[in-house]
């Protein structure tokens, strides 16, 4: 699907800036030829070599502009995102590759995941647990748990269509490390006492992998691993949650803790007390 048209419209202003760039270059050009057939005019000589005279580094400047407004651009729309204020996408938009990429890898992405997992940690150490064993804290796996950073690395980091073929042969590796911040309260987490469930759209047959890898990171003790079955093929991710989440309900467990990268991962009924909202510019599942 192509980039939203909403968010393909604020993006396209930089294609506005640039016809102004354009159209202020000629405006210079012409009123240089103009002043020296005026002059050529009236003192019947001919017309001296043309030169352009403009500020100095005027075309730094405002490319330095451009490249400003496609920043900004392009955080907005990251904020769309993580707000789920945008219409379901399919890839991210082309202006912002290397934009997604510079937070992907650099201090941003990192920063943001511990905001995330010190807040959660806050609220995990506030809640008094009954102590019969019902209280429980859902974890996503993917981009919560365990980072396919390196995968998306090499596809573009989300600029080209999802491949789910190409992916599942990345998970059968087994490869994908530990998101430090989220490891970080998981452990808190589990030693609080909380019973875990991991929740996660990767399918049964991934199983044996699966806790290959989340083993190998260091993710361990959890209470329940939860995949798709193949009743759950099919389903969109926030239904199939939802239902799972429902089971867990009506087993007696009172859900106090969420957390996820995708807004599927969160939203629904039943709702936790609490949902923490991993950053992920890369992808999106309904």
């Known amino acids: 699907m192509p980039f939203p048209l909403d968010s393909f419209r604020s993006i396209s202003t930089m294609?506005?800036?640039?016809?102004?760039l354009l159209f202020s270059l000629c405006s210079l050009i012409s009123?240089?030829?103009?002043?020296?057939?005026?002059?050529?005019?009236?003192?019947?000589?001919?017309?001296?070599?043309?030169?352009l005279k403009y500020p100095d580094n005027l075309i730094e400047t405002q490319l330095n502009q451009l490249n400003e407004e496609v920043k900004l651009q392009c955080t907005t729309w990251r904020f769309a995102v993580e707000a789920n204020n945008l219409n379901p996408w399919k890839t991210i938009p082309r202006e912002c590759l290397e934009y997604v990429?510079?937070?992907m890898m650099g201090r941003g992405y990192g920063l943001d995941l511990e905001r995330v997992s010190n807040e959660a940690g806050v609220y995990a150490k506030s809640v008094e647990l009954r102590g019969d064993g019902k209280d429980a804290w859902i974890f996503d796996i993917d981009e919560t748990l365990l980072s396919n950073l390196p995968y998306y690395q090499e596809h573009a980091y989300g600029l080209e269509i999802f491949d789910p073929v190409e992916f599942d042969k990345w998970v059968e590796k087994a490869m994908s490390p530990a998101i430090e911040a989220s490891l970080k309260l998981y452990e808190e987490v589990l030693g609080l006492?909380?019973?875990?469930?991991?929740?996660?759209?990767?399918?049964?047959?991934?199983?044996?992998?699966?806790?290959?890898?989340?083993?190998n990171a260091g993710v361990r003790y959890w209470d329940k691993l939860i995949l798709r079955s193949s009743d759950d093929h099919g389903k969109l991710?926030?239904?199939?949650?939802?239902?799972?989440?429902?089971?867990?309900?009506?087993e007696g467990y009172r859900i106090l803790g969420n957390s996820g990268d995708q807004w599927s991962d969160l939203l629904g009924s039943p709702m936790p007390s609490r949902s923490f909202k991993l950053p992920n510019p890369m992808y999106y599942i309904p």
């Open 237 to 250: 991710a926030i239904i199939y949650k939802s239902e799972k989440r429902n089971e867990m309900v009506q």
């Open 193 to 215: 006492g909380f019973k875990i469930f991991l929740l996660t759209g990767r399918s049964e047959k991934q199983r044996s992998i699966t806790v290959d890898n989340l083993i």
């Open 101 to 103: 990429r510079d937070y």
């Open 15 to 20: 294609g506005l800036f640039r016809i102004v």
């Open 31 to 51: 009123r240089a030829f103009s002043h020296e057939t005026v002059n050529a005019h009236n003192n019947h000589i001919l017309p001296r070599p043309l030169i």
